[in-house]
Every structure is written in C-alpha cells, then in structure tokens.
C-alpha cells in the first residue's frame, strides 16, 4: 500500500486539529504529516500518534523543499490565495476548506456520499471542500432528489458558536460565565454582532444587496453546483448559543407526491447518515448527539399538512467534523481510490 506524505496547514486551528484525528480514525495510509501555520505559531507543537511534532511556518519554500502528496488548507482564504497554487504546482493534491475556490469553474466542490466523480476534474489539482451547513443539507437532498425529484427547498440553520472558530465558542463561555455571576450586562460583543448567550442572531457573515447574507447565499450556490441542480433553495442562517454541531430544519417539495415511509428508508441507507425518528420515545437529533461524530443525523421526518409533495425534517451533525475535516479525509480518500483504479 502507498503511504502519503500530508500537510496541514492551519493545523493548530480547530479544524486542523480534527484533520489529525480523524486522519489517525481512519487509519489513512501516512508516510509523514507536516504541521504548518503562522508565523506566530512558530514555537508552537502539535500531536500527532503520540509525538509532539513542531510546527513549521507556511511558505513557498515548505512546498517545494518537501515532497508532499496531499496538502490540506485550513488557515483562512487569505492563505489559500496564497499559497494553495505553490502546493499544487509543487505534485501537491490541495484539499481547500476555505471559500476561495469554490465556486472557481476549473475548481470541483465535493461531497463525496454526493459528486464524487467531480474529484477526477481537478484540473488545477485543487479540490474545495463546501460550507459546513451545505455539506450536512447535500448529504440529505441528495438521495431524496434521485427518488423523488426536487422542485424547491427551504431551510433554516441553527449554527453552533464554533461556526465562528475557537475564538467564538470562547466568546460564548465567557457570556455564560458572566451570567451566572450576574454581570452579563457587562459583555460587549466582539466576534457576533449582538451577545449571543440567551439569544439567537438571525445573521451570519455580511448582508448583501439582496438581503441574504453571504453564507445564506453560499448555501444556495454551492448547492447548486455540487448537486449539478438548479432548483429554487431560500436558507435564513441563525447563530444560536450551542458550542459545537449545526441544525438544520428543511422543508422540501418535491415533484411528485412523497411517501414518508419510503423516504425513511432511502435515508436509512444512505451514506454517512444515522436516522433518528421516535418522537414517542423523545428520539430526534440533538447537537449533544452528533458533536464529536462523523454522521449527519435526520429526524422528525413528516410530510406536510396540506401538500402532498412536501416534506419536512429536522438534520444536526458536527460542523467541525462533517462540516469541514471529516469532508476532507473523506475527499482525500475517494481520491485515493479513483486514482488507484485509473
């Protein structure tokens, strides 16, 4: 078996550091992992198998003095402008978390249970990786739409405080400290708009001239391509004060009349997708359940009231894994297996 040499770069961010885990889960065939990051982060070590490896500064010179097969870029679409093209002219495959790429035309953006197919037309040997709230959604439409044929999706996000990155899940703590100490007056926000603890903001990213904010339309468009679909979606992204995990409430016409049963099932044998349905038994996805996991969970699955070719449901899973590292492995290793079989 071939073993890979891997960067990561970004890798003492959250999401680098579930690259490492979950690279190590999986068993994923590894010659060597290189840590890069900041400048600032020089000094600084991460673990890896049980070692403490030092981590290096990102620059052009890291990429062509290292033999490097697979670079995963988490540090922010500034670096990925930066640096992801010297990767991938230097033999590198780039998997980019970031959003700079994807929607480039000459850029696949994949979901592996969805498109992977789009990972053989990399042209530039750049792979984007979507939004984490449009990872979890795809995953979900993708296996209704071949059954039933989408017509028009409609769906609201419930976004934990780690969307914004360590420093938001920090914000929310130190609120929630604050209340119990009676002094949560006191806290100016400084990562969300407004106080996010015992509250719920109805904005994420910047507003555009539509109204929609920037992820709301990430989720229509990355959607789109990465479904090869153009059907009608309206999303409304809320911050809630969760630390970890996305949820999702979606509401899908369909084409033809959908049967609630049927489309139980369907998602019960999708990939990557753990059903939680028991209403009865108080069994419906929750952040507590998918934090810390690999699956996108769905539940409270029903059909609507007065329209046959509706369907409603409820889906949470862990936007730090799902939503961005545990997407890259998983690209990292359905390219492996294309590859291997050409």
């Not at 028009?152 to 604050?178: F, H, N, P």
């Not at 862990?318 to 998983?330: F, H, M, P, S, W």
Request: hydrophobic residues 45%.
């Amino acid at each position: 078996m071939k073993l890979y040499s891997i960067a990561i770069i970004g890798a003492t961010g959250a999401v680098g550091e579930e690259i490492i885990n979950i690279l190590e889960e999986e068993q994923f065939p590894i010659a060597s992992i290189l840590p890069l990051a900041s400048a600032n982060s020089l000094g600084k070590v991460v673990e890896i198998s049980g070692k403490e490896v030092p981590v290096l500064a990102t620059s052009d010179e890291v990429f062509t003095q290292h033999k490097i097969d697979i670079a995963f870029f988490s540090a922010g679409g500034s670096v990925s402008e930066r640096f992801a093209r010297v990767a991938a002219d230097s033999g590198a495959l780039v998997i980019d978390n970031t959003s700079f790429f994807r929607m480039c035309d000459d850029v696949p953006l994949v979901v592996p249970e969805v498109n992977p197919s789009d990972i053989t037309h990399a042209p530039r040997n750049i792979i984007a990786n979507p939004n984490c709230s449009t990872i979890q959604m795809v995953q979900v439409l993708a296996p209704l739409h071949k059954a039933f044929g989408i017509e028009r999706v409609d769906v609201s996000t419930y976004q934990a405080a780690s969307g914004a990155g360590k420093r938001g899940m920090e914000e929310l703590i130190v609120q929630m400290q604050k209340f119990f100490s009676f002094e949560l007056e006191s806290c100016v926000p400084e990562v969300f708009a407004h106080r996010l603890a015992l509250n719920a903001i109805p904005h994420i990213d910047v507003f555009l001239d539509n109204d929609y904010t920037k992820e709301e339309m990430k989720m229509i468009k990355e959607t789109h391509k990465i479904m090869h679909a153009d059907f009608p979606i309206s999303a409304t992204c809320v911050r809630v004060p969760v630390l970890r995990s996305h949820s999702e409430s979606i509401t899908i016409r369909f084409t033809q009349k959908v049967d609630v049963k049927q489309a139980r099932e369907i998602l019960e044998s999708a990939p990557n997708i753990v059903v939680l349905d028991d209403p009865s038994a108080h069994s419906y996805p929750m952040p507590s359940i998918a934090t810390d996991t690999n699956h996108t969970y769905v539940g409270r699955i029903r059909k609507d009231n007065f329209d046959d070719t509706i369907l409603h449901l409820w889906c949470v899973a862990d936007q730090i894994r799902v939503g961005a590292a545990t997407n890259a492995v998983r690209i990292a290793q359905k390219w492996i297996e294309l590859t291997q079989n050409s």
